[in-house]
């Protein structure tokens, strides 16, 4: 009769392990809206290299949360309940990385990304994709912690996700972004412990595309996320769009200019 194997977790399983421990103990629910990109998927055909949709939706996220200040609060249960807000937005983005041999969710914590360019956003999602673990300080500390023993990693969560609001703002983020839709799959309902996590499907031929937001209701009702979402929709397909347009105009009068020489 053939047997199993068993198999120790690894660094990152540790991680996600813990991640999900404590998302459990946030009553979160989703809120989806559809929104039509075609317009900037248009935009985006006309740049090479083109910024990503992560970079597009993290900076319109983060700018929608400049003006709805739930977006940037958390639940606290100890000593007493009450709601910390942050003074900006930290983004934490979840990342595929292979770590000896196996593949394991790294997150990017990319500070106050609506002041950023979506150049100058992507380029810092790239370094995160690219560069050596080893270099990056996020990683690290991730898999500094996960090293530890459970008891210890157990109550260094517990101490970040129910006392220090400041704490957890710069250890885990102020909302959470995880996407898979690349890969022709989305998830319905994510499970995060931060306050807001932010996620979108499949981007169809013609443009159209769910976008979801889990949301911690202790912190915020469904009305206001259901405006963030209608915001967000705004910023994506004015102020993003007119990013994008700019870095169009700017390549086409670089190769006129090119023309113009020859």
């Not at 998927?41 to 709805?68: D, H, I, M, N």
């Not at 595929?96 to 979506?118: C, D, N, Q, W």
């Not at 090293?147 to 129910?162: C, D, E, I, S």
Request: proline residues 4%; charged residues 20%; hydrophobic residues 40%.
């Amino acid at each position: 009769m053939a047997s199993g194997r068993t198999i120790s977790l690894s660094l990152p399983r540790r991680f996600v392990g813990d991640l999900v421990h404590f998302a459990h103990q946030v009553p979160t629910i989703p809120v989806q809206r559809q929104f039509n990109v075609a317009a900037l998927e248009l935009l985006r055909g006309q740049l090479s290299p083109r910024p990503s949709w992560v970079a597009l939706f993290t900076k319109a996220y983060a700018q929608v949360a400049v003006e709805f200040s739930e977006l940037r609060r958390c639940y606290l249960t100890f000593p007493w309940a009450r709601l910390y807000e942050h003074s900006e937005s930290i983004a934490s983005v979840g990342i595929e990385r292979m770590y000896e041999g196996e593949p394991g969710v790294f997150f990017a914590h990319i500070h106050s990304p609506e002041k950023l360019t979506l150049l100058a956003l992507e380029a810092e999602l790239r370094r995160y994709k690219d560069d050596p673990i080893e270099k990056i300080a996020d990683f690290q500390t991730e898999l500094r912690v996960s090293k530890l023993p459970q008891m210890v990693r157990r109550f260094a969560w517990w101490y970040v996700t129910h006392f220090r609001g400041y704490r957890k703002a710069q250890w885990m983020g102020t909302y959470g972004v995880s996407v898979y839709s690349s890969l022709g799959s989305e998830s319905l309902h994510q499970l995060t412990p931060l306050t807001t996590a932010l996620n979108y499907g499949v981007i169809h031929d013609n443009g159209d595309v769910m976008v979801r937001v889990t949301y911690d209701h202790r912190g915020m009702d469904g009305a206001t996320v259901a405006r963030a979402l209608n915001r967000l929709d705004e910023v994506l397909n004015h102020d993003i769009a007119s990013e994008l347009r700019g870095l169009v105009n700017v390549k086409t009068h670089a190769s006129e200019t090119v023309k113009s020489a020859g």
